[in-house]
């Protein structure tokens, strides 16, 4: 345990106080060294400390100054002869007062720079703070030890000559000042929690490139886990940054610090190390040189598309990563992309798959309809927070499966708006709690392909998408198995192809909770065209040429349960091809000139095995239609037949029709049932010959 001995209780030394003066006593441990004094804040307007001139035969000491807004803190370091073996104690009093110091002993702790290698020969392994006060030219290659501080004042630094490098092992403590100049190499493992681009002269706001400085530090920070710390301000990016493993590329907001790619540039502003050997090959594991770990946060990426023909805002085959707080805006291709292989399997920690992003702002990147917003193709496994993306050329966010690559993600949230092609576009599984895209040129949402087989989204807005106006695009489409979306709401605003699309692959899957609006617009609100699917909702607003519900479209289907409420379409329900073993259970309202139902329904010899819940209420002329009704009908005396309304949505077959006679036939011997025509809402109940009296019959129609 180090311990403090205070010279001042025993030492027979006289002191003369003067008014105005502190007194500053600097003791030492029992390893030898001298304390260091800090922490001294001078006000504004007050006088600075003076050093004494004169401290003792090889005795100085010098102050650090480092300015503030409205105070300067000061350290002060003494440098005492060899052979001194006590403590000592000074007064430093203003420019004006006498000052009296005493030094009965003491051991140096702290050195200042005159020849850097010699320095570092001289101390060895020695514990100890060099202060650097000027340049220091490195002109052959010097390796600091891990037991060397050093201090760097401003004025001071290091230049390193070409080919030559200045490896830095140990403690580096310097404020935001250019410390490294020339063209020689700055590496090792230097112990700083925070690397500053400024060190090799980068500067916000200064009107030239920062990218080399910024790249400097990235590079001696990496695999260090140490922070890159940019300020705020504009940085002007003139080539690519570089990210490596572990890196921390921190500003202070995407408000405050923007990286901006200057004029005629043409690269991506931030990509990971190693990309161009990496990409489109199926790599995981870190030893195959998949860069991992890295963290990015807190600023703008500004791609100046206007003068640049091309580059993307970042660009990954990384894994295990962190993006937050992040905005890209202006690229002229994609603005974010990400990769990495379909493999799996760890060797260690380093090896774990997820990435962490969000929140992530993504606006006007890319000029082509290929050039996304945000283009995920890897780590599987990731985790996207909250992420924003819109004005985009291609499709807004995109989840991308293929034989090398593995876009698997979990989503929080997603708002895509106004991009060029579809709002979210997935042939990966995904996962998503919810997801917001309006105003996209093709569809809002598509899942596609047998890697998004199993997606589950939670809650799902779609808002006026299929700004191009075909007839081709629905606000979502469903051409994955096994996928389940739930809370869905659904609007179309354009002349489009309507509102929710599942084609033959996406059997096995289902829509629950869904609320699909035409707005009076075309298109079918639900067109359900595969086997095994649930769909749950309610359409209404496909009254201009639209229908509400479409099923079995290509082919008859088999498993579907249907269950929907529908209104104010012009067509409610078109079954176009017969189906099997299917459910339907239907309620709609048919406003005047519209039409309840077309196409194959209950009465078909070939849909025997359907079962129909279908009732629906016309406004021309308020008859319920049912899939079952019942009733009472008399044949009166004098007559031979009674005609039965049965409210069915169409004629049900003969054999379907129950007649049970109340009273005895009298006159009559039997009876039977005719239908009048196919479609028609009734049958007739006949006698063999007049009855003579009044005869009800109980009857029971069923499709």
Not at 36 to 57: F, I, K, N, Q
Not at 275 to 281: D, E, K, R, S
Not at 656 to 673: G, K, R, S, Y
Request: glycine share 12%; charged share 15%; aromatic share 10%.
């Amino acid at each position: 345990m180090k311990r403090k001995i205070w010279l001042l209780a025993w030492l027979p030394i006289l002191f003369i106080f003067v008014v105005g003066a502190t007194r500053i006593t600097v003791t030492k441990d029992e390893d030898g060294y001298m304390s260091r004094v800090t922490g001294y804040v001078l006000e504004s307007g007050e006088t600075v400390w003076e050093v004494p001139s004169d401290m003792g035969s090889g005795v100085s000491a010098q102050w650090d100054y480092i300015s503030g807004t409205s105070a300067e803190y000061k350290e002060l370091y003494v440098d005492a002869p060899s052979g001194v073996t006590a403590d000592y104690s000074i007064y430093l009093g203003d420019t004006s007062a006498v000052t009296q110091y005493a030094v009965p002993g003491g051991t140096s702790y702290y050195r200042v720079c005159t020849s850097l290698a010699s320095d570092i020969s001289a101390i060895g392994s020695t514990e100890m703070t060099l202060i650097v006060a000027d340049t220091q030219t490195v002109s052959a290659n010097v390796t600091t030890p891990s037991t060397l501080t050093i201090k760097v004042l401003q004025g001071g630094g290091f230049s390193v000559d070409a080919t030559k490098t200045l490896t830095i092992n140990g403690v580096l403590d310097a404020g935001k000042y250019t410390i490294f100049s020339g063209s020689g190499t700055v590496d090792g493992y230097p112990k700083c929690s925070v690397v500053y681009p400024e060190w090799w002269g980068g500067r916000p706001d200064s009107g030239t490139t920062s990218s080399a400085a910024i790249n400097s530090a990235l590079s001696l920070a990496k695999d260090n886990g140490q922070i890159v710390e940019l300020s705020g301000g504009t940085y002007i990016v003139g080539s690519g940054l570089t990210v490596y493993n572990r890196s921390k590329l921190v500003g202070q907001g995407h408000e405050k610090t923007i990286l901006y790619l200057g004029n005629n540039v043409n690269e991506d502003i931030i990509t990971s190390y190693g990309f161009a050997t990496l990409t489109g090959n199926d790599y995981w594991l870190t030893a195959d040189g998949v860069v991992n770990g890295f963290e990015i946060k807190g600023m703008t990426l500004n791609g100046n598309t206007d003068n640049n023909a091309s580059g993307m805002g970042m660009k990954f085959f990384a894994k295990r990563y962190i993006i937050n707080d992040v905005m890209i805006i202006n690229t002229d291709e994609t603005g974010f992309y990400s990769e990495a292989g379909v493999a799996s399997g760890q060797t260690d920690e380093s090896d774990m798959p997820e990435s962490e992003i969000g929140p992530l702002w993504i606006r006007n990147c890319g000029d082509t309809t290929s050039d996304h917003g945000f283009h995920y193709r890897g780590p599987h496994d990731g985790h996207i927070n909250a992420l924003s993306v819109g004005v985009c050329g291609g499709i807004g966010a995109y989840f991308d499966t293929a034989s090398n690559h593995s876009g698997i993600c979990d989503i929080d949230f997603i708002h895509s708006y106004t991009n060029g092609q579809e709002g979210v576009y997935s042939t990966a599984w995904i996962n998503a709690n919810e997801i917001i895209s309006e105003n996209n040129v093709k569809e809002g949402l598509v899942l596609s392909g047998t890697s998004a087989a199993r997606s589950s989204i939670r809650y799902v807005n779609l808002f006026e998408n299929d700004r191009s106006a075909t007839t081709s695009y629905y606000q979502c489409r469903i051409a994955a198995t096994r996928t389940n979306i739930g809370y869905l709401a659904a609007k179309t605003g354009y002349a489009s192809a309507g509102g929710v699309t599942v084609p033959p692959e996406g059997y096995y899957s289902s829509i629950s909770d869904s609320y699909i609006d035409g707005v009076g617009n075309g298109g079918f609100g639900a067109n359900i065209d595969a086997n095994g699917f649930q769909f749950n909702g309610n359409i209404t607003g496909f009254s201009t040429n639209g229908t509400g519900l479409r099923t079995n479209a290509t082919t008859g289907n088999n498993l579907v349960q249907i269950k929907a409420v529908i209104r104010d379409c012009e067509t409610l329900w078109e079954n176009v091809y017969e189906s099997d073993r299917c459910q339907y259970d239907i309620v709609g309202y048919a406003a005047s000139g519209q039409t309840r139902f077309g196409g194959y329904g209950p009465n078909d010899d070939v849909m025997r095995k359907d079962f129909f819940n279908v009732t629906m209420l016309s406004a021309s002329d308020n008859i319920t239609y049912s899939t079952e009704t019942s009733g009472v009908s008399t044949i009166t005396n004098g007559t031979t037949w009674t005609e039965v309304q049965h409210f069915l949505i169409t004629s049900p077959q003969t054999r379907d029709i129950q007649i049970t006679p109340i009273e005895t036939l009298n006159n009559a011997d039997f009876w039977w049932v005719e239908l009048i025509g196919t479609g028609t809402t009734g049958f007739r109940i006949h006698v063999d010959q007049d009855p003579g009296q009044d005869v009800d019959f109980a009857w029971k129609a069923k499709l």
